[in-house]
């Protein structure tokens, strides 16, 4: 089956510094892979996605991630934060067959945390 | 338009009370899921609906009962729910293509309590 490790629970970073959340995978074919972002009792906003094609792959709110099969990786990334950053960040895999079918799996999340 | 819309947005029942969660997107999606999300955790599938039909149910009790009268709306009844169930509730939808590359896009929640 299929499973998604985010190894940071928390994480804190000053505004205005980079930003760098992981994300491993595992899965035996391809995987499809999204990173969403929550707010406090709000739903889950889809930040980017990667289906196929090129590994480098631009998102929403000047995210980015790339997909490493060697490292069967998918690491967040964001040249600059901004204290509107601060959230629950959720990598998750699509289940199985694509198409949505099964479902998500989604790792446990990162809490983001933006120091003044 | 990516709207999901969910309501009510809070919702406090007894264990012995029936109350329903509703879902509602209008882009023409035709797939339709259930998540469950404690606090603290990452959402758990619950359903899916695929074309109106139930193609998934992860073993949940059946004081869950979902509902999909048609491809924009999706009901979920609760019944004699236990305190454990308090949550978040989030529906989400796809287009539910055969290309593999489906997006699931999710609503606000409704944030359930038992007593």
């Known amino acids: 089956a299929q499973s998604v490790t985010q190894p940071d629970i928390h994480i804190t970073v000053s505004e205005g510094a980079s930003l760098e959340l992981r994300c491993n995978y595992s899965?035996?074919?391809?995987?499809?892979l999204f990173w969403y972002v929550q707010s406090p009792g709000q739903g889950l906003q889809l930040l980017l996605k990667y289906f196929s094609g090129d590994t480098l792959v631009q998102g929403i709110k000047g995210f980015e991630a790339e997909f490493k099969r060697s490292q069967s990786s998918f690491n967040l990334r964001k040249p600059s934060v901004h204290w509107s950053d601060a959230a629950e960040y959720f990598c998750a895999v699509d289940g199985g067959s694509g198409g949505g079918a099964d479902g998500l799996t989604f790792g446990k999340g990162t809490h983001l945390i933006i120091q003044p | 338009d990516t709207e999901v819309t969910q309501t009510p947005k809070h919702l406090v029942m007894g264990m012995t009370n029936k109350k329903s969660l509703k879902c509602e997107q209008h882009?023409?999606?035709?797939?339709m899921y259930w998540y469950k999300q404690k606090a603290k955790k990452p959402p758990e599938l619950m359903f899916v609906?695929?074309?109106?039909?139930?193609?998934i149910n992860e073993s949940v009790p059946s004081r869950f009962s979902p509902e999909c009268p048609n491809s924009s709306l999706l009901n979920l009844h609760l019944h004699a729910l236990q305190p454990e169930d308090s949550a978040l509730y989030l529906c989400?939808?796809?287009?539910?293509?055969?290309?593999?590359?489906?997006?699931?896009?999710f609503g606000p929640g409704t944030r359930l309590t038992v007593l």
């Open positions: 882009m023409g999606h035709r797939a």
């Open positions: 899965y035996g074919a391809t995987p499809y």
């Open positions: 609906y695929s074309y109106e039909k139930l193609s």
């Open positions: 989400a939808s796809s287009q539910r293509t055969t290309s593999l590359t489906d997006t699931q896009y």
